[in-house]
């Protein structure tokens, strides 16, 4: 069985299937990304946010992607940098993901970081500084290592979602990545990356996301948990990436 995931409000069993109704809209001509639109879940298979959701959501712009823009298969992941198991997915089946279909061209996959169950102040969330873990990420990524930045605040998740105030230790991480330390402290509190932190937060739940992690692949819709290989290469096959 899967790991279930963290959730706010009802686990729905139908987000677990591959191969939904929920599919992507069309294109519009200006997006060559793939990444232009997306239909949100139906009503009916959770509560649905405030405000209703838009006909589209868009992801173009959101998030840091791994892998060709001409892959076969495109997935978004929305995931919290301080969510058991979200770290769980990154440290036991992401790897071989990457390694068997991101590297050699067969899926793009964005990495969306959101804070899952943020107040509308933006002062508390689900889990403990999941919105500090967040600022760390983007502003690794302002500075082109967000990955990096991904990988160390999964390995050392522990550690800083225990501080009082993260802010330090997460500085400390920057410059063990040789990061612009100053840069980084400067980003970390600037409002702009909150405003950022919010957009992308806000895309996940016009699109009825309510736990992490969580996933939509580009013609076939959502899936939700820590999904096993096996998943990602019926996909890849299923969607023409298998060769």
């Given amino acids: 069985m899967n790991s279930m995931p963290h959730t706010v409000g009802r686990t729905v069993a139908a987000w677990?299937?591959?191969?939904?109704?929920?599919?992507?809209?069309?294109?519009?001509?200006?997006?060559?990304?793939?990444?232009?639109?997306?239909?949100?879940?139906?009503?009916?298979?959770?509560?649905?946010?405030?405000?209703?959701?838009?006909?589209?959501?868009?992801?173009?712009?959101?998030?840091?992607?791994?892998?060709?823009?001409?892959?076969p298969v495109k997935v978004a992941e929305f995931s919290d940098f301080a969510c058991g198991f979200c770290r769980q997915f990154h440290e036991t089946v992401y790897p071989d993901v990457w390694k068997k279909h991101i590297a050699t061209g067969r899926i793009q996959w964005r990495y969306v970081p959101i804070v899952l169950g943020m107040n509308r102040e933006g002062t508390a969330s689900m889990f403990s500084h999941g919105i500090e873990g967040a600022r760390a990420g983007?502003?690794?990524?302002?500075?082109?290592?967000?990955?990096?930045?991904?990988?160390?605040?999964?390995?050392?998740?522990?550690?800083?979602?225990?501080?009082?105030?993260?802010?330090?230790?997460?500085?400390?991480?920057?410059?063990?990545?040789d990061l612009d330390v100053p840069a980084f402290s400067a980003c970390y509190d600037d409002p702009l990356t909150?405003?950022?932190?919010?957009?992308?937060?806000?895309?996940?739940?016009?699109?009825?996301?309510?736990?992490?992690?969580?996933?939509?692949?580009?013609g076939l819709g959502p899936l939700q948990g820590v999904q096993p290989m096996a998943t990602w290469d019926t996909i890849v096959e299923r969607l023409g990436g298998g060769g």
């Fill in 16 to 71: 677990l299937l591959v191969g939904l109704t929920a599919q992507l809209s069309p294109l519009a001509s200006s997006d060559s990304t793939g990444w232009g639109g997306v239909q949100p879940l139906s009503a009916q298979a959770v509560t649905p946010p405030r405000p209703p959701p838009p006909d589209t959501v868009s992801l173009e712009g959101v998030g840091y992607a791994e892998g060709p823009d001409g892959a």
């Fill in 138 to 177: 983007y502003c690794a990524g302002d500075q082109g290592q967000f990955g990096k930045m991904r990988d160390y605040l999964f390995g050392t998740q522990a550690e800083w979602t225990a501080e009082d105030d993260p802010a330090q230790i997460l500085a400390r991480y920057a410059d063990e990545l």
């Fill in 194 to 218: 909150m405003q950022r932190i919010v957009r992308a937060t806000q895309a996940a739940e016009a699109l009825n996301v309510r736990a992490t992690p969580s996933f939509w692949v580009v």
